[in-house]
């Protein structure tokens, strides 16, 4: 006899009931599991029952109700495992009461369901309550649908596609109109972009009758520009605008961020004006707690009084790109040519941040220095103090000022993680400028034309990305949604966009990258004493601590 033939001769009961049971689990065999169960019963003396075997008979019940021919022995198997279960005093877990929900509702109760969940405390998840609010949502319970939702953000559980395209359907088929503008709004919240079956159910409102009726009439166009303006862009929030019948049509965007079906121009969306507000302060206090408190605090004064800036540039990054050989250094040229192309697009000098210590060592070379002394006194530079880590000051400057930042750093170092990744990353996209030189002359990667999210136009249209296997953003299909009237009414000027739309493949890998993916004016990169003299000249207001950068 081998080894392998002796070892399973010397099994205990009950392993080889562990064993078997594992093996139902895998291949989900509920006519195996019900017979094992049968079985360890009549062998109650050798056999005990764990919480993790009541566990794998019940996910095994609750796997088998999607079947219609072991529906019925699965609910009845499941609900007597369940009761055994509590005949031995063992108290339920989280997977437990989960597969139990599941259970419940596959025969259409609901409210079992959602007694169930509640059960388990703080301890739910999105699982444990999506028996519950899918068994309403099917059920054309819409209000019971609505208490879960209320009962599961309550827990901060964050609902996900399939849960919210649950609750829009069953806000569709109700003709809850509210119902149907939130969730679409919350759909824009938690995604990007959406699957083809809930791309269905927003058609299906749109082409129904009650969404041809509700709406205003007449509307504040300054109070929905003024919401857009403070949502960061993208939508507004007030509800319902115009009368009349939609049109839903798949349709693609333009490079430059335009519809091709309506002619609609897409917003690249942002953080809204809170939430900017939020990030300044949580980029400040932890900025605080671990630079020394007084230079950052002398940093935000100086900030307050020197605020006409529209781009930040993180110096650091500029200068040492691709400066990892031999004789690589700090390179002044590559930060000067950054500097004049953004001041030669909006006449305005960016900010430039830098190390006081790398500030002094550029001093010591004389070709420099009077390029520095100029930047300094304009307030273009700032040396950020001996010890301090200028990340901190660099985004703190883009963020509090709205700026763009220029910088390849992916900033996904420990102290951004610090941020959080949700609203951070949105930011990014936002407001980062990436760069490279290409035999000598720069470009600048400036952010998206537009952003793929769902989009509510200042005129009540909507514009909704479908999920695909697209990688460029030309290729991404939409759902084009405005009111018929509407439609019609700039189908001429939208004939001339879709002629202007037609452009060279050179001219859309240019757009895709902003209308500023440009080289330098000048071709090359622009050397130190060229600056001099192309100055915007600012009204000279030096620190005290930037004038004595070069001492």
């Known amino acids: 006899m081998d080894k392998a033939q002796k070892k399973k001769k010397n099994r205990t009961p009950e392993v080889q009931f562990r064993l078997n049971l594992d093996n139902c689990s895998k291949t989900k065999d509920l006519s195996t599991a019900i017979s094992l169960y049968e079985s360890a019963l009549s062998q109650s003396s050798t056999i005990r029952f764990s919480n993790n075997h009541f566990n794998s008979f019940l996910y095994i019940c609750s796997n088998s109700v999607s079947d219609p021919s072991t529906k019925n022995a699965a609910i009845e198997f499941g609900f007597r495992i369940f009761e055994h279960m509590g005949s031995c005093k063992i108290t339920p877990n989280e997977a437990t009461v989960t597969a139990v929900a599941r259970l419940a509702a596959a025969t259409d109760d609901g409210d079992k369901a959602f007694e169930l969940a509640k059960g388990v405390g703080n301890c739910g998840k999105l699982r444990t309550y999506g028996p519950a609010l899918f068994c309403f949502c099917k059920m054309g319970e819409a209000d019971q649908a609505y208490q879960v939702e209320e009962h599961m953000r309550s827990l901060g559980l964050q609902l996900e596609e399939a849960e919210l395209a649950g609750l829009l359907k069953v806000s569709v088929e109700k003709?809850?109109?509210?119902?149907?503008?939130?969730?679409?709004?919350?759909?824009?919240?938690?995604?990007?972009?959406?699957?083809?079956?809930?791309?269905?159910?927003?058609?299906?409102?749109?082409?129904?009758?009650?969404?041809?009726?509700?709406?205003?009439?007449?509307?504040?166009?300054?109070?929905?520009?003024?919401?857009?303006?403070?949502?960061?862009?993208?939508?507004?929030?007030?509800?319902?605008?115009?009368?009349?019948?939609?049109?839903?049509?798949?349709?693609?965007?333009?490079?430059?961020?335009?519809?091709?079906?309506?002619?609609?121009?897409?917003?690249?969306?942002?953080?809204?004006?809170?939430?900017?507000?939020?990030?300044?302060?949580?980029?400040?206090?932890?900025?605080?707690?671990?630079?020394?408190?007084?230079?950052?605090?002398?940093?935000?004064?100086?900030?307050?009084?020197?605020?006409?800036?529209?781009?930040?540039?993180?110096?650091?990054?500029?200068?040492?790109?691709?400066?990892?050989?031999?004789?690589?250094?700090?390179?002044?040229?590559?930060?000067?040519?950054?500097?004049?192309?953004?001041?030669?697009?909006?006449?305005?000098?960016?900010?430039?941040?830098?190390?006081?210590?790398?500030?002094?060592?550029?001093?010591?070379?004389?070709?420099?220095?009077?390029?520095?002394?100029?930047?300094?006194?304009?307030?273009?530079?700032?040396?950020?103090?001996?010890?301090?880590?200028?990340?901190?000051?660099?985004?703190?400057?883009?963020?509090?000022?709205?700026?763009?930042?220029?910088?390849?750093?992916?900033?996904?170092?420990?102290?951004?993680?610090?941020?959080?990744?949700?609203?951070?990353?949105?930011?990014?996209?936002?407001?980062?400028?990436?760069?490279?030189?290409?035999?000598?002359?720069?470009?600048?990667?400036?952010?998206?034309?537009?952003s793929a999210v769902f989009q509510e136009s200042k005129n009540g249209s909507w514009h909704v990305p479908l999920a695909g296997e697209a990688v460029e953003a030309s290729s991404r299909t939409w759902l084009c949604i405005t009111r018929q009237a509407l439609y019609e009414s700039d189908n001429k000027q939208h004939a001339s966009v879709v002629e202007a739309s037609q452009v060279s493949e050179v001219d859309q890998i240019a757009a895709s990258c902003h209308l500023d993916s440009f080289t330098s004016q000048n071709g090359g990169l622009k050397t130190c004493s060229s600056l001099a003299g192309k100055r915007k000249v600012r009204s000279p207001s030096p620190s005290p601590s930037h004038s004595s950068l070069q001492s």
């Open 175 to 450: 003709e809850r109109e509210d119902k149907v503008y939130q969730y679409l709004h919350k759909l824009r919240m938690s995604i990007r972009s959406v699957s083809d079956s809930t791309a269905e159910i927003i058609q299906s409102w749109f082409g129904g009758e009650v969404a041809t009726k509700v709406g205003l009439s007449n509307w504040d166009i300054d109070q929905v520009k003024e919401a857009i303006l403070q949502n960061g862009g993208g939508w507004h929030g007030l509800g319902w605008l115009g009368k009349g019948k939609w049109l839903a049509q798949r349709s693609q965007i333009a490079p430059d961020g335009r519809c091709l079906t309506c002619g609609e121009q897409l917003a690249c969306v942002d953080i809204d004006r809170a939430e900017t507000e939020r990030f300044a302060e949580s980029v400040a206090s932890l900025a605080m707690e671990r630079e020394v408190h007084s230079n950052f605090k002398e940093f935000q004064d100086w900030l307050e009084k020197h605020s006409d800036y529209d781009t930040v540039v993180d110096a650091a990054n500029v200068g040492l790109y691709q400066q990892n050989f031999a004789e690589g250094g700090f390179s002044i040229d590559q930060l000067v040519a950054v500097v004049n192309e953004l001041h030669s697009r909006s006449n305005k000098w960016p900010l430039v941040i830098l190390h006081k210590k790398r500030v002094r060592s550029l001093f010591e070379n004389a070709g420099y220095r009077e390029l520095l002394e100029e930047w300094i006194n304009e307030n273009i530079l700032y040396g950020t103090p001996f010890g301090s880590n200028d990340d901190w000051y660099w985004l703190y400057a883009a963020v509090k000022r709205k700026c763009l930042l220029v910088t390849n750093d992916e900033m996904r170092d420990h102290i951004f993680e610090l941020l959080g990744s949700s609203f951070f990353a949105r930011w990014k996209e936002r407001h980062q400028v990436k760069y490279t030189f290409l035999k000598g002359e720069i470009k600048l990667l400036m952010p998206p034309t537009y």
